[in-house]
DNA sequence: CTGAAAGCGCTTACAG
DNA sequence: CTGAAAGCGCTTACAG
């Protein structure tokens, strides 16, 4: 079952077990010989090694950090919620995390906070990103120090992080052109849009991937101009307040950014039927809108696969082993009879996907 | 960082290290006195067991075995990809998994299949059942040798495994209701369905849990008796081109089955507009049919977590550890727009739910 | 450039 | 009922 180890390695190629181990895990200072017999022999062999067991000589300690940006931002606290409780899962196989709060949407911020992860000898870093090239300098720093980064929801500049966990947001927004075309059995109809802002990447994709997928499979309906919002409640609510009243033309309001708490209270003061609904992000209010019927459709970046992904692959990356193939991660669907029963939707042993 | 080990809590308990891992594992033989001196001494230092030092000492082996029902049914071969790939990953851990081949929907097969089963040694086992108390003595014989057991997909009867993993087939048809609903803009219009078997518990609990929401939500839509077609390809062919080309009035289809190839080539026979489509199952045609535009929505039990779920459980089971906590599988929703990019889905990791 | 040895946190005989 | 010791497959000083 268990395979060939070490032992049979440095035996098979007649050397000793330190040599083997010196040429498995590039130690350097072998013989070219030397080494030319081990690799021959793992060869023949088919020789794995044991993480477990190389984890537990070791005492490997893999000690993470993940920058998320604060405020009262659902999605976050979501993100937030499933790093902890990872984190507690995990601290048996000796994994700490610190989560550290960066001001939201700021390159200064965000560039202050990486500078001070170098002292603090971490072995790998997870961080909710931005593009901009004043983050390269503190992220070149921090990978001097040996630190393994990676962008987490929002890529960091693409040099400078080993690998991006998020989802592609076109998807995202093609996915919620897909649903709320469906729902208008093919009959006309108007769209009012909503984006946070139109120069942070994330919701400009979505809007695109949503006017991509309109004009091709559903060219009677209209897409109007995104009301901008700062993905901020108080706006939000005032506008889909004033669409509803102003414009009985509507027929859907898609919200490609945060701050749906507004937009939800907007419609649920409002009597009669009302435009078809979809946002982003599963949260504790968009979860009760769905129930409540308040809204149809939840577009879903699974954060929990998210964070599950990082971890795994931050532990690979400080292991140098070759890190698990990760597909790209697809939005989740979500209608008020396929939500998961814990609100939190937790990592069980998260091991899903 | 790593916490206290055995060592600190037999210290603290002033017993050997022997008598503490004695009560830790509960081996028997050890004085009431040392015992809840080693029970003080572990909650006083908030040990816990270092599973993979365990693992690495106890050489512990997992051999499972997953009873998979035969024949060209494309989910099937699913579940079997992911088991493949699963145990392929997990050999590196020590588990190896045997893939047993079951004529379906045969109780006879079945019962024969788990009392071969019996004399081998297998730590565990996945089965893929069906509600029968012909079954319940295998089982039992089975369980009796240590053998640990669990439903996958269709349950067992309840008292003779020790957990069940699969969606709840409810839940499966109020989904496919609700896109479905959505789809007729609160139109009137009349749905075909059809379905294996009504017998089959799962293709009527679908077929009930559509109806719940089509009833609650959408009352102006028809629902036409079911049709039956034994999952048969063929079947589904001839009775969905007979019910394309004998009633113009139809605005969806709904098979809570399989067979779907059939229907699939009935529709792409077809000119002109077609009903709005959804089945279960996302697999090569499926997801081919869903590209193409043939079918609109496809309602999919995610195997890949579900395969995840099982080894994850059936370890937990043998290593007597406490299971980890197991969500309700939610059923996910497919349209052409989030479709996974590998084909079979593959569980990366796996890890994510 | 190479080896022998201790130790990681546990389990499993073996001997009292 | 209790303990001392070897061993799981590796890594890490330490000594040549």
Redesign the interface.
């Known amino acids: 079952?268990?395979?060939p180890t070490l032992n049979d390695v440095a035996d098979a190629a007649g050397v000793s077990y330190a040599t083997a181990d010196r040429v498995l895990n590039n130690r350097g200072n072998v013989a070219q010989k030397s080494i030319a017999k081990v690799r021959d022999a793992v060869e023949r062999l088919g020789y794995?090694r044991?993480?477990?067991?190389a984890?537990?000589s070791r005492?490997r300690?893999y000690r993470l950090a993940f920058l998320i940006p604060t405020g009262s931002n659902a999605f976050f606290n979501r993100i937030r919620g499933h790093i902890t409780s990872l984190a507690d899962h995990l601290?048996?196989?000796?994994v700490?995390v610190e989560i550290v709060d960066v001001s939201a949407f700021s390159v200064e911020a965000l560039h202050d906070s990486i500078g001070q992860l170098t002292g603090r000898d971490f072995d790998g870093v997870a961080i909710v990103g931005l593009q901009s090239d004043q983050l390269e300098q503190p992220l070149a720093d921090l990978r001097a120090r040996g630190v393994h980064i990676i962008g987490l929801v929002s890529d960091l500049p693409a040099a400078f992080r080993s690998a991006y966990i998020g989802i592609d947001n076109i998807?995202a927004g093609?996915?919620a052109?897909?649903?709320t075309g469906?729902?208008?059995?093919?009959?006309a109809g108007a769209i009012q849009t909503f984006a946070g802002a139109l120069d942070a990447g994330d919701h400009a994709e979505r809007l695109q991937?949503f006017r991509d997928?309109i004009a091709a499979d559903f060219p009677r309906l209209e897409i109007l101009d995104p009301i901008l919002t700062k993905d901020d409640p108080a706006v939000l609510y005032d506008a889909a307040r004033n669409a509803l009243h102003s414009d009985p033309t509507l027929t859907a309001f898609y919200n490609v950014g945060a701050g749906n708490k507004g937009l939800i209270n907007a419609i649920s003061e409002t009597k009669g039927?009302r435009p078809?609904c979809v946002l982003h992000e599963l949260v504790e209010h968009s979860h009760m809108a769905l129930v409540a019927g308040h809204i149809?459709v939840v577009i879903d970046q699974?954060p929990?696969?998210e964070v599950?992904?990082a971890f795994?692959l931050l532990r690979a990356l400080i292991d140098q082993r070759d890190t698990?193939?990760?597909?790209?991660l697809?939005?989740?669907?979500?209608?008020?009879?396929?939500?998961?029963?814990?609100p939190m939707?937790?990592?069980?042993?998260?091991?899903?996907?």
Do not use: C, Y
């Open positions: 079952m268990s395979g794995v044991n993480v477990a067991a984890n537990l005492k300690v601290s048996a196989e000796n700490t998807v093609r996915t052109a897909r649903l469906m729902s208008h059995a093919s009959g991937g997928v039927t078809f149809d699974r929990d696969v599950l992904r795994t698990p193939p990760m597909l790209p697809m939005p989740a669907i979500f209608v008020q009879d396929n939500l998961p029963a814990d939707n937790n990592p069980m042993k998260a091991q899903d996907t």
